[in-house]
Nanobody
């Protein structure tokens, strides 16, 4: 098993940036592909970005590519989500997730472990 703890959320003005972190503990971090998802109030959870165990494969939802960047530091057992040019519609709880196959996917159902989430609020 792996435990995931997100951090780095908060309140930011539109146009600002945040970097989310997700620290993993438990089984070897390189066993897992990692993903970021988000859920806004009253909406379904949606895929944001994912990265393979080695970091050489990344996926993004099309509307966010160019503003958001996923990365990982396997030495620190941490995956990051750099979010730039934030918009009020980016307001959501952001979750990181892990899946034992090393190849990432964009489906939440494919992920085995989830963090508690971190709130991101973007004011206009």
């Amino acid at each position: 098993q792996v435990q995931l703890v997100e951090s780095g959320g908060g309140l930011v003005q539109a146009g600002g940036s945040l970097r989310l972190s997700c620290a993993a503990s438990g089984r070897t971090f390189t066993t897992y592909a990692m993903g970021w998802f988000r859920q806004a109030p009253g909406k379904e959870r949606e895929f944001v970005a994912a990265i393979s165990w080695s970091g050489d494969i990344t996926y993004y939802v099309g509307s966010l590519k160019g503003r958001f960047t996923i990365s990982r530091d396997n030495a620190k057992n941490t995956v990051y989500l750099q979010m730039n040019s934030l918009k009020p519609e980016d307001t959501a709880v952001y979750y990181c997730a892990a899946r034992a196959p090393r190849v990432p996917t964009m489906r939440g159902l494919d992920y085995d472990y989830w963090g508690q989430g971190t709130q991101v609020t973007v004011s206009s």
